[in-house]
């Protein structure tokens, strides 16, 4: 049913797990399907940019939903804030290759819950300036 690309993110999800301390964390979620997912943000600043040093990913959810989420860590690991914002779930898709058309909104999930930790992440800074 899913391609060996899937399959292999699903059985042995990179970046997976909750992050001591993080700088920043998001959440997004669908009630439809009950798909849940939580991103930590470790933040480095160098040359007046703001690096994702490192990245954890929670994931409630079915096989495309953590294989979307573990792809997704590993396309924005040692990213700029910049670059990250850029990444949308097409270039998860790209990588992953043929998802079934039904869970395609797993890869908008993982982006949402990115840009809600990346968001957080900015809305604390500018409050403790």
């Known amino acids: 049913m899913y391609n060996e690309r899937i399959m292999k993110e699903f059985t042995k999800p990179k970046n997976m797990g909750e992050m001591k301390n993080p700088d920043a964390i998001g959440k997004a979620g669908n009630p439809v399907c009950g798909d849940v997912m939580e991103i930590y943000l470790k933040i480095e600043k160098k040359d007046n940019k703001e690096y994702i040093k490192d990245i954890k990913m929670k ?3 079915c ?36 998802v079934p058309p039904i869970k395609i909104h797993c890869s908008f999930l993982a982006i949402d819950a990115l840009k809600d930790a990346i968001n957080n992440y900015k809305k604390q800074r500018s409050e403790n300036k």
């Open 63 to 98: 096989v495309v939903a953590i294989a979307n989420a573990s792809v997704l860590t590993q396309l924005v690991k040692g990213k700029s804030l910049e670059e990250a914002e850029k990444i949308d779930n097409k270039d998860i898709l790209a990588q992953l290759g043929e």
């Open 59 to 61: 994931t409630f959810g």
